[in-house]
């Protein structure tokens, strides 16, 4: 099968810290994949060079809807790989704390919108209709995520556990085929993780999302994913299913050699 995202010798350099160090990750169409390691392995460095935060020293970054060809997404910027399809959130929560939640889901819609800022001050007849639509749009993204009831909250106001699924509705309003979520359960008590993983697997089967999470929790990475990739000091050390994972030594070794940094 061909892969949806492919990455291939990845490398990150700051000064004289290699983030990451030649890394291979391919994820395939419809799966739940993880990225895991200890902290500072590289996990978000990964993150934001496949979606253009930052410019990656080296590597090949390419995505690829099914039945198109290949689109390269390396040197690209964050705009222009989320009009690509990639969405993402954030490992610290990023949302326009002083506006609703409607309006946050907004901002991510608004990257499928025809009008620009002029269009919008101008208000013609053909954005005004556009904008309704976004506004519909938000609106059943947010009941699909069932965050409905706090529409015209503002974002700050949500519980913790809202504000992180607010993060994820408006990554979806950007109508993306492949999702990256940085430790989506952080700070989530029990129930909110039951209620992400649950999520996350209807994103995957009623939304046809490929999804690449970066996380923690590693009840939740075992149950969700049908692959995880293993990273330690900017190398990938490990890829496999959940058991092989379980059991791999280097695995072990990379989260036991310190248990107080280590998740
Ligand atoms: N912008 C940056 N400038 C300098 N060093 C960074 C920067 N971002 C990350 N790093 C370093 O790169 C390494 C990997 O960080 P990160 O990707 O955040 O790890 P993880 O998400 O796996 O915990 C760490 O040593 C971190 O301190
Ligand atoms: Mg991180």
Not at 54 to 64: F, M, S
Not at 70 to 77: D, P, Q, S, T
Not at 146 to 170: D, F, H, K, S, T
Not at 176 to 181: C, D, S, V, Y
């Amino acid at each position: 099968m061909e892969p949806i995202l492919n990455v291939q010798n990845l490398t990150m350099r700051f000064g004289g810290l290699k983030a990451l160090d030649n890394v291979n990750i391919t994820i395939e169409k419809g799966q739940i994949a993880a990225l895991i390691g200890p902290n500072g392995a590289g996990k978000t460095t990964f993150f934001n060079c496949i979606t253009g935060i930052y410019d990656p020293c080296r590597g090949h970054v390419e995505i690829k809807v099914p039945g198109e060809s290949a689109m390269r997404i390396k040197g690209l910027k964050p705009n222009q790989v989320t009009e690509r399809g990639m969405a993402r959130t954030f490992q610290n929560i990023r949302l326009f704390q002083g506006m609703t939640v409607l309006e946050n889901v907004m901002i991510g819609r608004h990257c499928r919108l025809h009008a620009g800022i002029l269009g919008a001050l101008l208000r013609p007849a053909g954005q005004v209709k556009e904008e309704k639509q976004a506004v519909f749009d938000s609106y059943e993204i947010l009941e699909k995520i069932g965050l409905e009831q706090y529409v015209n909250e503002m974002a700050v106001n949500l519980p913790y556990g809202a504000q992180r699924r607010l993060e994820i509705a408006r990554a979806l309003a950007t109508n993306p085929f492949i999702l990256l979520l940085d430790e989506p359960a952080a700070g989530m008590n029990p129930q909110e993780t039951r209620e992400l993983d649950e999520l996350i697997l209807w994103l995957r089967d009623s939304e046809d999302l490929t999804i690449l999470l970066i996380e923690h929790d590693m009840k939740l990475v075992m149950s969700l994913s049908d692959r995880i990739h293993v990273v330690d000091y900017g190398k990938k050390i490990a890829e496999g299913t959940p058991a092989q994972i379980k059991a791999n030594p280097d695995v072990i070794k990379a989260y036991l050699g310190d248990d107080s940094e280590h998740a």
